[in-house]
Structures are given as C-alpha cells and as structure tokens.
C-alpha cells in the first residue's frame, strides 16, 4: 500500500472474499475490544451518537441500545448490508456508506452526543485525518466525548496506529480538547477526548 488512503474498492474487496476479514465475530481481540469501548463510552442514553468504521455491525449491535439515534457509517456496502442484516430489529440505527473524510454525512453543527472511531485512522493518510478531526468537532456537541481506537500492532497502512491516533489527538487539542488515555494494551490504544 502506499502512503494514500485506502480506496473503497480495497474494501469492498476485502469483504466480498471474506464477510468477516478481521473476525469481529469471533477474535477474542474484538471481544475485549467492544467490552472495553463500550466502558468507555459510558451507559447513555446518547440522543445522537456516530459510529465511523462500523464494518459489519458487531459493535454497532452493542451500541445501539445505549441511544436514542445511531448513525454508523463505513466505506464499503458489502459490509454494511451484513451490519443492516444484523441489526434489522434496531429502528434507532441508520446506515451510511460513506469514504471518509470527503464523504462525511451532513450533520447539524453541535448535534452529536457521543463520537466513536474505531480502528478506521490509520487507513487514512495525515492530512485525511485532520480533516476528518475537523469534521468531528464540528458536530460534536460540547463536553461530548470522542473515543478513538486503534490497533498499534504492525500494519502496512498510510499511518501506525500511534501515528494515526497522535494527529488525530494534536489537532483536537489546538482546538481545546483534553486527552484521557483509557488504555494501552500490547497491539491497541484507546483514547477520549472531551
């Protein structure tokens, strides 16, 4: 790969060889993961939260309960019709495809309560991330946390996890956010802003 963002069509690939490339379903990695994103993002009820990388839906499904809205976006449709198969009995849960940051869904400014990013950084290159950070604190309401995750093991991406996460942290504190380093384990950071 090269230091460019991931285009769709990588993902759409990706999906369509395998509905579960990472083992969301299964890995004990994604369990732990999920249990500890959703410690973090708190009980709710959220009024508007986003979801950005939902992939299939996994966490999506855990999440949804904790809102009264749940937008959840990803770049590739083959994933996102198993994530809307999977939480087809969930009417507070809309899904976009979208390749972000240029597809970023209009949202009111101010208008979301909880912000998770989830293993999507790094498939972006710098300045992708910075405008994508731009974005979120443009709809992100005040005091509104945003969580980032961020797999910190090797990888052949535009940015490390680190790296990705780092940008992502420095522009948000130009702008008056905090860091809360939740957790580091050996190959995954978790991070909240507020």
């Known amino acids: 790969m090269t230091a460019k963002t991931w285009p769709r069509n990588v993902f ?21 993961k999920y249990a500890t994103t959703l410690a973090l993002t708190g009980p709710g009820p959220f009024d508007q939260a986003l979801e950005l990388g939902c992939s299939i839906g996994v966490l999506t499904a855990s999440l949804t309960p904790r809102c009264k809205h749940l937008l959840a976006v990803d770049i590739a449709e083959t994933a996102l019709t198993h994530a809307r198969r999977r939480c087809a009995t969930f009417p507070n849960v809309t899904f976009r495809r979208a390749r972000l940051p240029d597809e970023f869904p209009t949202l009111p400014r101010e208008s979301c309560d909880l912000i998770l990013i989830s293993e999507l950084l790094y498939f972006l290159a710098p300045a992708d991330i910075l405008h994508l950070a731009q974005h979120c604190l443009a709809i992100r309401r005040p005091h509104t946390p945003i969580i980032l995750v961020n797999w910190t093991g090797p990888t052949n991406t535009p940015c490390t996890g680190d790296t990705a996460a780092d940008l992502f942290i420095e522009f948000c504190r130009t702008q008056g956010l905090t860091t809360h380093p939740a957790d580091r384990r050996e190959t995954c950071r978790f991070d909240r802003l507020t």
Do not use: I, R
């Open 12 to 32: 759409e690939q990706l999906y369509k060889q395998n509905p579960d490339p990472w083992g969301f379903e299964t890995s004990p990695y994604e369990q732990d």
